[in-house]
């Protein structure tokens, strides 16, 4: 799994410094995941407490389907895994995810604390970028409340999920996104923060 | 038509490369397109599906006034046509422009919102760079609805258009601005962008 | 005159960049401008029609205190100067400045529309960057109406003009600032771009 | 001596062009300081009316716990200090605190315009990278009366301080955060912009 994790690091890296320039990983808030493998569940997350604008390949950790750091030589550098990869490993098991991002973005908490029920959005263009219609149906973003507790945050999750909705905001907090690969984890969390962001300006 | 082409797929790789740093082209949004010859009707447009400031000169097709991928020697790679090329050639055709730039930006969703009969515009010395009074008389860029039919969305611009504006938005989707080539494509685009901002930002 | 023209030129070539990366110049609006003399008034301005973001030392040209094209083996290399080099040479001549920047920013826009009398500014520690004092007096930002007639113009800014404020907000066009040398100059447009973002957000 | 200040005066440098980036040190403003030594105090500051975007390791002066400059062979280049360093130096040594960085944003400007008393923030995740509890409590980020007299802005600090905030709002000024060493000065900075950001985005 060497190899594989040091990809995944260095794909992790690039995408999480892009994620930061963009202002959307401020401090050392946000992190990302990869899945490594699904038998049994492994996935590379960003490792807790660093500067996403400048991480190496190096910085990410091994955690398996509850967050837990896995030991032995295939773990990784033994850096702490984010608190938060508890969330990303039950996203990618339940969605089938490949890839999760989580940011912290304005945008994202002013729309939870406008519309706690989730964000309704209707006849944007923009809505096809997630696999939604752009006319006539609308889509909810699903907001959950936050919760330090991240079996809790899961549970949330999975009662306010809508499976065509590859996002969801969590309240006073900020947005996760998905996607099969990092490249589509990218562009779902790129077009669910343009859609919130013209939700508020539109409201 | 290859050296051609190798031509319009720099440049528009360029030019998409500068939109998608200013956040106008988020997730894989937004296409551009450079006529390359008029006898029969022939445009490089950017593909399908990437993302657009890592865009290489190989990222381009070529399609036909309808907006289909012409086959050939002269095609280009192969790469899918964005669905949107249809309205880029229906601008080529009817404007005479060159190139033709469009963007997904949250001022223009907003202002098309606001001002579903068109963005009027008065007294501003930006106005000038698309060739209009600065001063008196009033400047409308046309809003007109959103469509997955590239026909019906031509129909639409052809009955709201202003011969002189260079740009429309549509509504719930973005800008489309156009010029003689791409850099003046580009200026229409970064000016009417700025005015639609101001046009929010003082109503 | 030429080694000075083309140490100008490259002056004003950086710090056209810099603005431009601010998105305070987008299509090919604003200007700058440096003196190059005294005895007679010699300004080397930023040539019309031009990226801001891209110009290099040859995109200058040499003005006489009228604004109008100098010619002769030291003018430059003829390009045409921007129509607003008349209003660079007044407020050279008229403030003593030796560098005058022109910006098109919203904030600009916004503030003149809101406080066509001028803005009132007080009680703001970024006021001392202008020399004015940083608590209890006001200090006022002339705001005065547009015009294609440079001569209007700068009697309009004679009329308003407070000698010790190096900016004036032209209404519905942009931001003119200056200041010793270009350095200066640029402070002076940060600082005075900054306090109209605060103006507006404040009120 | 030399070789700390030579190594502070280059994280300085970088640090403050990473703010200037943010837009959050236009013109010559704010300034950044890293502790040298405590017995006695001695810090590093940036110098004075330099565009904090383009310093170099040279431009740092070293002060004592009044702010006065540092004479001697051990004082660096000579440079001026900001007439902020008293107030820099109150903070090194009340709270303990290696760096301290101190920027001009608006968002620092409306918040202690619109909440003389304090900023209420709670229920915000972000919170937790100060330190805090992300539910539940409410945290204060102090704001104090802007003043020219460091000692009168250093006991109004005092009076107001929470010591679990590394943070304060001077009215009508900026933001001043601190921690143990640059990279956290940094952090706190980020998230507590952040907060205010969002603070003012949700009132």
Redesign the interface.
Same mark, same amino acid.
Do not use: C
């Given at each position: 799994m060497s190899a594989a994790l040091d990809a995944a690091g260095t794909t992790l890296a690039a995408e999480a410094a892009r994620f930061a320039s963009?202002?959307w990983m401020?401090?050392?808030?946000g992190n990302l995941s990869l899945v490594l493998g699904r038998d049994p569940l492994r996935l590379a997350v960003t490792a807790s407490g660093l500067?996403k604008g400048s991480l190496t390949a190096a910085d990410v950790t091994v955690v398996d389907e509850t967050g837990a750091a896995v030991a032995g030589p295939d773990a990784g550098p033994g850096r702490k895994p984010s608190a938060e990869a508890a969330f990303h490993a039950r996203i990618a098991r339940v969605s089938g995810a490949g890839a999760v991002v989580h940011v +912290?973005t304005?945008a994202a908490?002013?729309a939870g +604390?406008r519309w706690p029920d989730g964000v309704v959005l209707r006849?944007?263009?923009?809505l096809k *970028?997630i696999g939604a219609a752009? @006319?006539g149906a609308a889509v909810t973003v699903p907001v959950i409340g936050?919760s330090?507790d991240m079996a809790e945050l899961g549970d949330r999750w999975e009662a306010a999920r809508d499976e065509g909705v590859p996002a969801v905001v969590?309240a *006073?907090?900020?947005l996760y996104a998905w996607g099969a690969d990092a490249?589509r984890a990218?562009? +779902?969390t790129?077009?669910v923060?343009?859609l919130l962001? @013209?939700a508020v @300006?539109?409201a």
């Amino acid at each position: 799994m060497s190899a594989a994790l040091d990809a995944a690091g260095t794909t992790l890296a690039a995408e999480a410094a892009r994620f930061a320039s963009f202002g959307w990983m401020r401090g050392t808030s946000g992190n990302l995941s990869l899945v490594l493998g699904r038998d049994p569940l492994r996935l590379a997350v960003t490792a807790s407490g660093l500067d996403k604008g400048s991480l190496t390949a190096a910085d990410v950790t091994v955690v398996d389907e509850t967050g837990a750091a896995v030991a032995g030589p295939d773990a990784g550098p033994g850096r702490k895994p984010s608190a938060e990869a508890a969330f990303h490993a039950r996203i990618a098991r339940v969605s089938g995810a490949g890839a999760v991002v989580h940011v +912290h973005t304005v945008a994202a908490v002013v729309a939870g +604390h406008r519309w706690p029920d989730g964000v309704v959005l209707r006849d944007l263009e923009m809505l096809k *970028g997630i696999g939604a219609a752009p @006319a006539g149906a609308a889509v909810t973003v699903p907001v959950i409340g936050n919760s330090q507790d991240m079996a809790e945050l899961g549970d949330r999750w999975e009662a306010a999920r809508d499976e065509g909705v590859p996002a969801v905001v969590v309240a *006073g907090h900020g947005l996760y996104a998905w996607g099969a690969d990092a490249l589509r984890a990218r562009h +779902h969390t790129e077009i669910v923060q343009w859609l919130l962001e @013209a939700a508020v @300006a539109l409201a």
